[in-house]
T-cell receptor, first 112, second 114 residues
Framework: DQQVKQNSPSLSVQEGRISILNCDYT??????FLWYKKYPAEGPTFLIS?????DKNEDGRFTVFLNKSAKHLSLHIVPSQPGDSAVYFC???????????FGKGTRLSVIA | DAGITQSPRHKVTETGTPVTLRCHQT?????MYWYRQDPGHGLRLIHY???????DKGEVSDGYSVSRSKTEDFLLTLESATSSQTSVYFC?????????????FGNGTRLTVT
């Protein structure tokens, strides 16, 4: 049973437009959600997180939105740049000693 | 890279041989993790450690063992490598158990079992 789901394996966006990456989860005990970006031949890099007590967190071009009732979160990138082309992983945990659970990732391609 | 070194970066080995992957950190973080990344599966947790000599299993721990005798080193051992263990292995560290304390990853070890 997959607790964190990223249903879109890939997404293509034009440079300068908005990229929206989606993530759904099933475990209502999750209280923190994180997004990671991964380039080929490198490890995942932490991007942004959100606590379950918030519905929005913003950091520069990146904003994460959380809809607890729908068990859904999304990452918005505005404006998208070619350097944003990467695989994006959604992850979640019940903070404490429980491990971080990852989705399968969405490959974002930003076209110049 | 948050002070994380994985070695080796690439390894090719034969089925049935033992393999040890090393993760070394310079951040003195308490928590360390081993994940594997496979196409169609994302990142899956193999084992993790919450202190020296304190380890626990993740969702895909069969065929793997770990050891942590020092804070800075976390070893992953494949006792008898199989082709299904061909993967990219990532080590990660974490400073605290607080929810807003993210994992930081190394650059991975690509393992091929022939």
């Amino acid at each position: 049973d997959q607790q964190v789901k990223q249903n879109s394996p890939s997404l293509s966006v034009q440079e300068g437009r908005i990229s929206i990456l989606n993530c759904d989860y099933t475990n209502s005990m999750f209280d923190y959600f994180l997004w990671y970006k991964k380039y080929p031949a490198e490890g995942p890099t932490f991007l942004i997180s959100i606590s379950s007590i918030k519905d929005k967190n913003e950091d520069g071009r990146f904003t994460v939105f959380l809809n607890k009732s729908a068990k859904h979160l999304s990452l918005h990138i505005v404006p998208s740049q070619p350097g944003d082309s990467a695989v994006y992983f959604c992850a979640a945990w019940n903070s404490g000693n429980t491990p971080l659970v990852f989705g399968k990732g969405t490959r974002l391609s930003v076209i110049a | 890279d948050a002070g994380i070194t994985q070695s080796p970066r690439h390894k090719v080995t034969e089925t049935g041989t033992p393999v040890t992957l090393r993760c070394h950190q310079t951040e003195n973080h308490r928590y360390m993790y081993w994940y594997r990344q496979d196409p169609g599966h994302g990142l899956r947790l193999i084992h993790y450690s919450y202190g020296v000599k304190d380890t626990d299993k993740g969702e895909v721990s069969d065929g793997y063992s770990v050891s942590r005798s020092k804070t800075e080193d976390f070893l992953l051992t494949l006792e008898s490598a199989t082709s299904s263990q061909t993967s990219v292995y990532f080590c990660a560290i974490r400073e605290s158990s607080m929810g807003n304390s993210p994992l930081h990853f190394g650059n991975g070890t690509r393992l091929t079992v022939t």
